[in-house]
């Protein structure tokens, strides 16, 4: 089929420069307008931005002209990589001028006509768009993806939950660097350390999760009705957020069960064979000390969630760890699912 033109907003920023990876070879999209803040725009691509990325810059994009973030954009598909400073008002502007926004901002994830999608998890969420369009009163809309913590997390409860019930989760998260986008942290700070806090965090990964695995109503979402606990962490590790986590299941199961039901676990992204959904996408770790973020983040591209030190726990009833890549499938990877999920149901025609 001829290629869908997307834009990307926030693209000289690192969830930006990753939009621009994940969409520079896409099968369904071509980028074809880049937007970012005013010092940027006007000037050609390259000559505006601090590539941070491992691979090359594609060269596609290397003399596209930079654009405001303003909604006269030659696209209707915009992928928004915007700082939450700006991202809210910015994101509704395109909306309400009949873009379709996939959003990996905060700003909109807990406005109760907006879906927080994680395509594997709750696809019929998405199902909302209509209702938001008519409350809204817009031809476009918004569609989030959860932070990156809790997509991990919920990635890997979301299979339990359908199958065995949750009464209570805790997880404790070890979080990269790279979370905190560029230029991050200083490196005093950081290097050799661990800091126990990351603003807004553990609020996010509680509220989100219950969000993501709760059920559609009418006109917006009920929370999932288990509770969760989160601390979060930022370690010196690149990339990959890590958690140990706790589980009380609703109906009582064995490691063996539990470890069966990740690797039958498929959604709607695998059924539909959509091209940017990871074949399995609970991948499990038979080795003792693995996951582990320096050797393991990248497999299957970065997204899948992968698990390991499955095991009985003596407070709840299983606990293990979980790694995920947190700015492939934390970010722009999980918005650029949101989308072929979008188009293959007939939402973006």
Avoid at 91 to 104: I, P, Q
Wanted: charged share 20%; hydrophobic share 40%.
């Amino acid at each position: 089929m001829e290629k869908i033109a997307v834009g990307i907003l926030g693209a000289t920023g690192a969830v930006g420069q990753k939009f621009i990876l994940v969409l520079a070879d896409h099968p369904w999209f071509e980028i074809r307008e880049l937007a970012a803040s005013e010092r940027s725009s006007g000037n050609r691509y390259e000559d505006v931005v601090a590539w941070k990325q491992s691979v090359a810059m594609p060269e596609k994009v290397r003399g596209m002209m930079v654009k405001d973030c303003e909604a006269n954009l030659e696209c209707r598909i915009v992928f928004s990589g915007l700082d939450s400073s700006v991202a809210g008002e910015v994101e509704t502007a395109f909306a309400g001028a009949g873009y379709w926004v996939f959003s990996n901002a905060k700003n909109h994830r807990m406005d109760p006509d907006v879906p927080l999608v994680i395509a594997e998890l709750n696809p019929e969420h998405l199902d909302i768009i209509p209702y938001q369009q008519k409350n809204r009163g817009w031809q476009g809309a918004i569609v989030t993806n959860a932070n990156c913590s809790a997509i991990v997390l919920a990635l890997s409860i979301g299979p339990l939950q359908k199958e065995f019930g949750l009464k209570a989760v805790h997880v404790v998260t070890f979080q990269a660097i790279s979370g905190a986008g560029y230029p991050g942290l200083p490196s005093l700070d950081i290097l050799g350390n661990v800091i126990p806090f990351i603003s807004g965090e553990e609020e996010k990964i509680e509220t989100e999760t219950q969000k993501i695995l709760g059920r559609l109503g009418k006109d917006s979402f009920r929370p999932a009705d288990f509770t969760v606990s989160a601390h979060a962490n930022r370690v010196p590790v690149e990339e990959g957020h890590l958690e140990c986590v706790s589980i009380r299941l609703g109906e009582k199961a064995s490691v063996q069960e539990v470890v069966r039901c990740w690797q039958q676990f498929a959604g709607m992204a695998q059924e539909l064979n959509l091209p940017s959904a990871p074949k399995q996408p609970v991948v499990v770790f038979c080795e003792k000390d693995r996951p582990q973020p320096r050797l393991d983040v990248w497999k299957y591209k970065g997204m899948s969630v992968l698990v390991g030190r499955v095991r009985s726990c003596s407070l709840f009833d299983i606990r293990y760890v979980v790694l995920g890549h947190n700015t492939m499938r934390g970010a722009a990877g999980a918005s650029l699912l949101n989308a072929e999920l979008a188009l293959k149901r007939g939402m973006l025609d």
